[in-house]
């Protein structure tokens, strides 16, 4: 059996496989001769089936057998003598013609990069500076009492806040248009249910009257038949309902989970998840511009094997997530080269990750560890089930480590590049961690 490698591009690499068929046809009667002590046929004793029987059955199968496995055993004894770190799996093919007493075959396959990481000293990275204050808790406090809001009918005109019952009817060039018209119909003024100029038109209406008004469609509406064109609406108030904020008393601690119904225990308990979730995004924040940092100073190829499975598992992602929200994929063409470059990035930044990791000993330790799966669980109701249940099993801790690898990759990003420290407002660092 014989080899030799030629180097195709960057990462491609071919090698030519030489299978000598007299070392094949050795194996083949040797598996045979193993098989027909045990092997079954009509008419004959197990053990006494005839060789030449048990060759015209399962001569065939076992050949294709030994020889893929001389194949597979060539392609990966040349790889490690020559020290190729092979991305994805070999294209194996048969030659159009071959030696006597020879087969021969041709193995495309492309090999991992070199990963050399650049200078991070130039990199900036912002990092969020932000105290959880009484400031926060108030506005926290009031966010989930509007999450609480009951309604009550009201005698007057409508406002904002309030919650309407209204028919209406839209009309475009006179003609009612389809979605147009709708009867009972509830929404809340200022939800942001509806376009605002549909929205601000309801506020100031009694029960029973109407008002006829145009409102003009945004130039990308969802809907291509109304987007930048001028309706006219007819809307009529069939019923008004202002809105109740619930106390903050004792009945509103325990629907938030405090058992006792202590309104001090609610706020240090809202006080620290508030300091959780600031300290979540802006770890989010700060890994994110670490990684893009990383990025930007690598530069290399990367193997076209691992960004094709990558794709295609982010595609698989795509239409289970889709499943879930009750699409039925099935009518729904979800295609993996819709993720080529996302999955291209991925896959170099996993390399990149796994270099540093590598050379600088950055593995996720088990003290890391436990000291995340702890932080999680305090916000569950029972954090010793939670820890528990992470320990079971040790493919439940794989994300934990993921993780946690990735902080330490970002703490040593820190250390390279130029870090300033910058204050934040709550809404500001929440607003540009969703826009993230």
């Known amino acids: 059996m014989q080899t030799n490698e030629v180097t195709l591009g960057a990462l491609e690499r071919r090698i030519d496989l030489t299978v000598n068929l007299s070392d094949v046809e050795a194996q083949v009667s040797e598996r045979l001769k193993r098989l027909s002590r045990t092997v079954k046929m009509a008419g004959f004793r197990p053990g006494k089936v005839p060789m030449k029987m048990v060759e015209q059955s399962y001569g065939p199968q076992v050949r294709n057998e030994v020889l893929g496995e001389s194949v597979e055993s060539a392609f990966s004894r040349t790889v490690q003598e020559q020290n190729l770190r092979v991305a994805g799996y070999p294209n194996i093919e048969p030659k159009a013609s071959s030696a006597e007493g020879q087969m021969e075959f041709v193995a495309t396959f492309e090999v991992f990069p070199e990963v050399v990481v650049g200078d991070l000293a130039a990199a900036e990275i912002e990092r969020p500076q932000l105290s959880v204050g009484e400031a926060e808790v108030e506005r926290t406090i009031e966010v989930l009492r509007k999450q609480r809001t009951s309604y009550e009918k009201v005698e007057r005109a409508s406002a904002e806040g309030d919650r309407v019952v209204i028919d209406f009817t839209g009309r475009k060039d006179g003609e009612v248009f389809e979605g147009g018209q709708a009867s009972d119909f509830a929404v809340v003024i200022g939800s942001g249910q509806m376009l605002p100029d549909f929205d601000a038109a309801l506020a100031g209406l009694s029960i029973g009257e109407s008002k006829t008004f145009d409102l003009t469609f945004p130039e990308q509406y969802q809907a291509a038949n109304l987007a930048g064109q001028t309706v006219q609406f007819e ?10 904020l619930p106390e903050v008393d004792a009945t509103f601690a325990k629907a938030l989970g405090v058992v006792d119904g202590d309104v001090a225990k609610m706020r240090e ?3 620290a998840n508030l300091e959780r979730e600031v300290a979540r995004r802006i770890r989010a924040r700060v890994r994110d511009q670490a990684l893009d940092a990383l990025n930007k100073a690598c530069s290399f190829e990367v193997p076209k094997a691992l960004v094709d499975g990558e794709a295609g598992r982010m595609a698989e992602a795509a239409k289970r997530d889709l499943a879930q ?8 063409p979800v295609s993996k080269d819709w993720f080529t470059e996302q999955a291209a990035n991925r896959v170099k930044l996993g ?37 528990r249940w992470y320990y079971s099993k040790p493919e439940n801790l794989r994300d934990i480590e993921d993780s946690v690898v990735e902080d330490n990759v970002v703490e040593w990003v820190l250390a390279q590049a130029k870090v300033a420290d910058k204050g934040f407002t709550f809404e500001e660092l929440m607003e540009q961690s969703q826009a993230a």
């Not at 809307?235 to 109740?244: A, C, H, Q």
């Not at 990149?352 to 050379?359: A, C, D, L, N, R």
Request: net charge negative.
């Open 235 to 244: 809307i009529t108030m069939k019923g008004v309902e202002g809105p109740i």
């Open 269 to 271: 308990e809202i006080k």
């Open 325 to 332: 929200r009750g699409v039925d994929v099935k009518n729904v």
């Open 351 to 387: 390399l990149v990750v796994s270099e540093i990791v590598g050379k600088n000993g950055l593995a996720a330790k088990p003290e890391q560890i436990r000291a995340r799966i702890e932080d999680m669980a305090q916000t569950y109701e029972q954090p010793d089930e939670v820890v």
